[in-house]
């Protein structure tokens, strides 16, 4: 199933992220944070907060890790899980 978002959000992807920090420090929202939470790899994935993402890209261009971030737009068909 998916649906089209009334509003943009991003999604960390918690097992490709290595938890370094920086599309944290890049968000001008402050709209992620890293979590307390390990994943499989040892790192703290950081994560959306849920609210305040404007969809700029900022995160996403700021990361290194390749698919460890999706930035979703106004509009944009999202899958559910
Ligand atoms: S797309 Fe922009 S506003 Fe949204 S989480 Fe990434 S940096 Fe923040
Ligand atoms: S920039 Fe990428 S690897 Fe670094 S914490 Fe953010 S999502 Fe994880």
Not at 15 to 30: F, N, Q, S, T, Y
Not at 42 to 57: D, I, L, Q, R, V
Not at 63 to 81: H, L, N, Q, R, S
Request: overall charge positive.
């Amino acid at each position: 199933m998916s649906r089209i978002l009334e509003k943009p959000r991003t999604v960390v992807s918690p097992e490709h992220c290595k938890g370094c920090g920086l599309c944290v420090m890049a968000c001008p929202k402050d709209c992620l944070m890293q979590l307390a939470t390990f994943n499989s790899k040892g790192y703290h994935p950081s994560s959306y907060k849920g609210e305040g993402c404007t969809g700029c890209g900022m995160c996403f261009y700021s990361c290194p890790e390749p698919a460890a971030i999706t930035v979703y737009k106004k509009g944009a068909e999202y899958p559910d899980d």
